[in-house]
């Protein structure tokens, strides 16, 4: 039993505002320095066995069709998770 | 100006009805080979200059307090992005 990892973030043309509404909330708990929050999308796919080239493979299609929205969402990362 | 990203995922005993959801979509689009889906949250924060020690105590305290419930979700990651 293995895991890939699929990140999901928007485009960074595309307003976020959880991530704006996280970033104005910061400094009020004391932490000043961060200039930008984005919230994205994180998904484990568990699979049977060693990851394979071909798993990837199939992971990035269901990244592609499932896991996100084109329009509005990039996949940046889909990689076998270590454990 | 970098980034720290920080992953948060629903404890493993909490349900994930979406990453079910998704687990069950999976085989329709022809991709039968993922035992299981769960989804959690990704989260980058920019901060200027570079990424230092203090800054990951700082993005660690974020995650803690204000990017995750604790009751139902764990912090798994918080790191430096490269870039």
Do not use: C, W, Y
């Amino acid at each position: 039993m293995a895991r890939i990892v699929v990140d999901v973030m928007l485009k960074p043309e595309i307003l976020d505002p959880q991530g704006k509404a996280i970033a104005n909330e910061l400094p009020r708990i004391g932490l000043k320095n961060f200039t930008d929050v984005r919230q994205g999308k994180r998904f484990e796919l568990t699979v049977d066995g060693e990851v394979t080239e071909e798993l990837l493979a199939q992971a990035r299609e269901a990244a592609a069709e499932l896991l996100s929205n084109p329009v509005i969402e990039d996949v940046i990362n889909v990689e076998a998770l270590e454990d």
